[in-house]
């Protein structure tokens, strides 16, 4: 079955860096297009990033210029790192991925950006 699982969340200072990874498995992963989204405690969920097939990528507005997202297809991993944090950016980071019609999550990884 469809499995993925996030790593690297942690506590960091507003203008530092994290990196993101999720672990794909159950899939053909190099023919799939990879999402990362977040969800703020008490907000909806939010599309942060994605990446097709051919490595094309697409960022929310509140992410472009500070988040790069990548994979890598040897390793069925998709990567998301950030840079120049802001306390906003604070929440529960997802990898996605769909397949027939149906969303496949991960468990989640907590990002926290102290001010």
């Known amino acids: 079955q469809v499995q993925l699982v996030e790593s690297g969340g942690g506590l960091v200072q507003a203008g530092g860096s994290l990196r993101l990874s999720c672990a794909a498995s159950?899939?053909?992963?190099?023919?799939?297009?990879m999402r990362w989204y977040r969800q703020a405690s008490g907000k909806q969920r939010e599309l942060v990033a994605v990446?097709?097939?051919?490595?094309?990528?697409t960022y929310a507005d509140s992410t472009k210029g500070r988040f790069t997202i990548s994979r890598d297809n040897a390793n069925n991993t998709v990567s998301l790192q950030m840079n120049s944090l802001k306390p906003e950016d604070t929440s529960v980071y997802y990898c996605?991925?769909?397949?027939?019609?149906?969303?496949?999550w991960g468990q989640g990884t907590q990002v926290t950006v102290s001010s």
């Open positions: 159950g899939i053909i992963f190099r023919f799939n297009v």
């Open positions: 990446i097709t097939s051919s490595g094309s990528t």
């Open positions: 996605n991925v769909q397949r027939n019609g149906y969303d496949y």
